[in-house]
């Protein structure tokens, strides 16, 4: 079992940053994949980026060069900085754990195996 808590979230505007932490549980963390996903108000959850154990990543074209994912396997804790925010980011910010290392498994909802409780990220204009 693997326990996900995020952080970080809160209210920026527009074109600031802010760091995003999801602190797991368990011995085996350094194993799993790592996701964010978001969801906005009436819109269905949608992937952001994604890191593998090994340090492979991947981002979805509107966080692309302004987001980076990375992960410290001793703290067993996962990062999302994102840069140059706008309010299109606003949205609740969720990390996710998964087992597999397959494409799919990383970048759609029914793909991981765990989800934290999410974190709220609001961009004012």
């Known amino acids: 079992q693997v326990q996900l808590v995020e952080s970080g979230g809160g209210l920026v505007q527009a074109g600031g940053s802010l760091r995003l932490s999801c602190a797991a549980s368990g011995r085996t963390f350094s194993r799993y994949a790592m996701s964010w996903f978001r969801q906005a108000p009436g819109k269905e959850r949608e992937f952001v980026t994604f890191?593998?154990?090994?340090?492979?990543?991947d981002y979805a074209d509107s966080v692309k060069g302004r987001f980076t994912i990375s992960r410290d396997n001793a703290k067993n804790t996962v990062y999302l900085q994102m840069n140059s925010l706008n309010p299109e980011d606003t949205a609740v910010y969720y990390c996710?754990?998964?087992?597999?290392?397959?494409?799919?498994?990383?970048?759609?909802?029914?793909?991981?195996?765990?989800w934290g409780q999410g974190t709220q990220v609001t961009v004012s204009s």
């Open positions: 996710a754990a998964a087992s597999s290392t397959d494409y799919y498994a990383l970048t759609t909802r029914p793909g991981p195996d765990y």
């Open positions: 890191i593998r154990s090994g340090g492979n990543t």
